[in-house]
């Protein structure tokens, strides 16, 4: 599993973050085994900023909320952590304060797994989606699709 990469995690708070991604050897990077897609975007700031190593570029919406990244899986996979490098202190307005991440076999039976409040976050983020969480029926189940849904900091003001 991850180190800590949150200052404290307390009832779906995570405030702060981490400088440095640190992965435990027991866990493998599992984004480059999906398809992934945004619900908007402004020129230049897409999908590939999100994924492409570089924590100076980033993915930036564009349009209404809700925002939404969606990652579909080719087979079913377990996923245990979600970690995410965000920074309120560069761009507070873009950076999500809420986000609720969601499974299923696809769009039309997503349900939400995990819900988490940022706290101005600043570095890397992680998100754990191991233990006994109530909202999810069958703990540590795989699931095909994952969709994160994002509330920035300027629309919760």
Not at 136 to 151: G, L, R
Request: with cysteine; proline share 5%; aromatic share 8%.
């Amino acid at each position: 599993m991850a180190t800590e990469s949150s200052e404290g995690e307390d009832e779906g708070k995570i405030v702060g973050g981490s400088k440095h991604l640190v992965v435990d050897d027991d866990m493998r990077e599992m984004t480059k085994n999906a398809a992934w897609s945004v619900s908007s975007c402004k020129p230049g700031n897409g999908v590939q900023c999100l994924r492409d190593d570089n924590c100076d570029t980033y993915w930036q919406s564009d349009g209404a909320q809700p925002h939404l990244i969606n990652i579909q899986f080719q087979k079913k996979v377990k996923l245990r952590l979600i970690v995410l490098y965000v920074n309120f202190k560069l761009d507070e307005s873009y950076t999500p304060s809420k986000i609720s991440i969601r499974a299923g076999d696809g769009f039309h039976n997503l349900k939400e797994i995990k819900a988490v409040e940022l706290v101005k976050p600043a570095g890397w983020v992680a998100i754990s989606l191991s233990g006994n969480d109530p909202r999810n029926p069958i703990p540590h189940q795989p699931f095909q699709f994952t969709s994160a849904e994002f509330v920035t900091y300027s629309t919760v003001r």
